[in-house]
């Protein structure tokens, strides 16, 4: 086994912490311009420095995405930004448009480069390509399997690192380079603009009878034929790291941090003990299943790993999620009395059972005593989001924990 990754995903500064606190070893970050989620909020330029200087401080990586398909009026603004972030120092770019990736190169060459899974790397003379033109790393495209990463491993130099998708939401169009969002309403998903059509509800029109819908039935209720189940490997870790990955990364640029923060510590602690040993690993299954679970997803799926995918890999009945837990906040302080500090995410009140999470992978259950609003009024219930409120749980609780209610 090659020494892993665990990388995770951030939406935001608080995420990236909640990633770093809970066991990530590298971190994907977007700024606000030219990665493929132009949806989420990103980072600031003051955020990427505020999050490269906590990162580094914990001796974690950041990554900073650079994939779009980049067109003409892109490439001096590019230009611009990778300056920017020479300044800054992050440890790689994540880049799919061979344009973008030499300008990379011209810019800032002492920063590494990452080929995106945009890019749709499918074989190891691709690899082998990359690898020449300065690429230290390749993400696999989705629809590799482990066989055929194995063989890309050992066609490759040693030193070049590949990076899979491990866990999250899979694409009807594999690797993303997907047309569908542009067609049906102007938004192109290479271009960060995504509206998921392949989670919409679809029937068919035959060309002569305009206006006459007949539904594609698979069941009685009808069909969401692009809908893919997501992505969990979590029970194969041992058969990912003899594959030769190197880079075992989480998707979900637009997830909370309760996400990343169960995915993160999940994964962790599976890759831990993988690597002490497969036994160790074997043994403790059924936990990484249970903790993986209480996260928010759409049943589970192996993917292409272990060959091509089947009607077994889609949801034909709903576009909804599982939900199990409830996320309640993120401990950011103490008043004198020790109350915790948190912004709200839902609601809560007096007496209700919460789950602490703790970084180690245990879980703490307490009840809660009290709660005061800023100005020390009590409260029966915090029904307000994003307001910022004390709770007494009748213990410390660290900054930074995590809070969750089970439904």
Sequence with gaps: MRKSELLIPASNLEVLKTAVLYGADAVYIG????????????????DVKAGVAFAHEHGVKVYITANIVAHNEDLEGIREYFRELKEIGPDALIISDPGVF????????EIDRHV??????????????????????????RELSLAE????????????????????????????????????????????????PCRWKYAVMEETRPGEYMPVYENERGTYIFNSKDLCMVEYIDQILDAGIDSLKIEGRMKT???????ARTYRKAIDDCEESVEKYKANMDYYREEIA?????????????GKTDENSQIYDNNTYIKNYTYIGIVQGHNEKGYALLEQKNKFSVGEIIEVMIPDGTNLEVT?????????????????????????FGQEIKDGYLLRRKE
Excluded at 31 to 46: C, P
Excluded at 370 to 388: F, L, R, T, V, Y
Aim: aromatic share 12%; proline share 3%.
């Design 31 to 46: 700024g606000e311009m030219y990665g493929l989620r132009a949806k989420a909020k990103n980072f600031t330029m003051e």
């Design 102 to 109: 030499m300008i990379a190169k011209e810019e800032c060459p």
């Design 116 to 141: 995106s899974t945009q890019a749709n790397s499918t074989n190891y003379a691709t690899y082998n390509f990359w690898y020449q033109q300065g690429a230290s790393r390749v993400v696999a495209a």
């Design 149 to 196: 990463i194995g063989e890309i491993r050992a066609h490759i130099p040693e030193e070049m690192e590949i990076e899979a998708f491990v866990h999250g939401a899979m694409c009807i169009s594999h690797s993303g380079r997907c047309l569908l969002s542009n067609y049906f309403t102007g938004r192109n998903a290479n271009s960060g603009e995504c509206t998921h």
């Design 257 to 263: 941090a309760l996400y990343v923060a169960a995915v």
């Design 294 to 306: 209480k996260c928010t997803y759409r049943q589970f799926t192996t993917g292409f790993y272990f």
């Design 368 to 392: 809660v005593q009290a709660i005061e609003d800023e100005e020390g009024n009590p409260m029966e219930s915090a029904p307000h989001p994003k307001q910022m409120i004390y709770v007494d």
